[in-house]
């Protein structure tokens, strides 16, 4: 059984004052980056129309809607910003693949009559919007939700789903949503070492209902956090979930912005937060310092040791510069350098790659590890092996996880590790 569906992007375009020549390509591009990093492999996407989008999910006879609820945040912010004055809805209109052509095909004045009159629908398909805040709240009330990614769904040609909508106007009634925060999305990424063929820890990362994507630190700029304090103790809080019995067979690495740590003003507050870490633990720690620059300070590089090396049993600094300075650092200063790789073509990524991996010599030397993140994809991978990197992460690694796959043995052709 294969689910087929037509996503369907209503925009209230008279507010975003944005061209309407404009607009649907804004909206196909948000939209397609979202569906590319969430509906991942065996699942499939393609546009059909600026505001539609084919949806396949071999394995499953109806979609999970509640998955898709974040593409609605992250376009109103796209589109609006943070103000209240304009609105995103979804609509999902499943059937067979001939039904939901032609639903993508039909203008939208057509499908906002539809949602009323059926009869407008291609037969034997059905539509559904995204679920409101207001009806989340009234369930809370009432002490009954429903299972989580499951949504009663009515049988019969043509119908449509109100169940989803409890007002007049569907642009309004998705503004509830939001409204309502997401809940904490808790993670982790696998660090894979390429001689063995296994995952060696976890990457901690843990991201607010409220942002605009997921965020780690081993997916790039994009993915990387806006508050870095707030961040960094979010995730030593969700490592101390992970360490509770029976607790995890690899490493965690948990976030540390190096500015803030060399920071007599924010020390104080890391060391607090660090506290909370169990002492016997310590040998499953790891430190992961990011945007450390380039040639950081000896006197930085000593306070930040100092610190962390009572909590961590390693340290690894993470660096957007493939040309970072390791031939001044102590012999064994840290356990190891991670190069970021940046962002642009494959071209320009590679050439950063090339010129990181020239160094590996002077990391023997200084017996500290070289590693690289944010790998995207099959071609990077097969270079970082041309290169002898040993330690790599990224989505062409692993995506982002709810259980750790530390202690892992992994084929590298069975990569990545998808979402769980």
Request: net charge negative.
């Amino acid at each position: 059984m294969t689910a087929v569906a037509c996503l369907r992007v209503a925009v209230e375009a008279d507010r975003t004052g944005i061209p309407a020549a404009t607009l649907g390509p804004l909206v196909a591009k948000f939209a397609s980056a979202y569906l590319e990093s969430r509906w991942l492999w065996p699942r499939k996407f393609a546009p059909l129309t600026h505001y539609s989008f084919l949806l396949t999910d071999p394995g499953s006879d109806e979609m999970n809607v509640e998955e898709l609820a974040r593409l609605s945040d992250e376009l109103q912010i796209k589109l609006f910003g943070e103000a209240e004055d304009g609105e995103v809805g979804l609509l999902l209109f499943e059937g067979p693949p001939e039904a939901v052509t032609a639903f993508a095909a039909l203008d939208a004045a057509t499908v906002a009559r539809a949602m009323t009159d059926p009869s407008l629908l291609p037969p034997g398909g059905r539509l559904s919007r995204i679920e409101t805040a207001e009806q989340t709240a009234a369930r809370t009330a009432k002490e009954a939700p429903p299972p989580p990614s499951k949504v009663s769904r009515p049988s019969g040609p043509g119908w449509v789903e109100q169940h989803v909508m409890i007002g007049q106007d569907p642009m309004a009634d998705a503004a509830a949503l939001l409204k309502q925060a997401l809940p904490q999305l808790v993670g982790l990424q696998g660090i894979y070492f390429t001689p063995r063929g296994l995952f060696v820890g976890d990457v901690v990362s843990s991201t607010p209902g409220t942002a605009r994507t997921h965020l780690t630190l081993v997916e790039g700029a994009d993915h990387m956090p806006r508050e870095p304090e707030a961040f960094d103790r979010d995730c030593v809080e969700a490592a101390l979930g992970y360490l509770e019995p029976p607790g995890v067979t690899g490493m965690l690495y948990l976030p540390i912005c190096y500015s803030n740590i060399i920071r007599s003003s924010s020390r104080a507050d890391y060391e607090t937060m660090l506290q909370t870490l169990p002492s016997d633990l310590r040998p499953q720690l790891a430190a992961a310092v990011y945007d450390v620059p380039r040639d950081p300070a000896f006197t930085a590089l000593r306070q930040l040791r100092t610190t962390l090396e009572r909590y961590f049993i390693k340290i690894d600094l993470r660096t957007p510069d493939p040309g970072f300075e390791v031939e001044k650092l102590p012999h064994e200063a840290v356990t190891s350098v991670t190069l970021v790789l940046p962002e642009g073509d494959t071209r320009t990524r590679l050439v950063a790659l090339r010129r990181f991996a020239e160094r590996l010599t002077l990391f023997k030397q200084k017996r500290i590890w070289a590693a690289v993140t944010n790998v995207r994809s099959r071609t990077e991978l097969d270079a970082c092996i041309g290169f002898s990197i040993p330690f790599v992460t990224g989505p062409a690694i692993c995506r982002l996880q709810t259980e750790p796959v530390g202690g892992r043995m992994q084929d590298i052709r069975a990569l990545p590790v998808l979402a769980a």
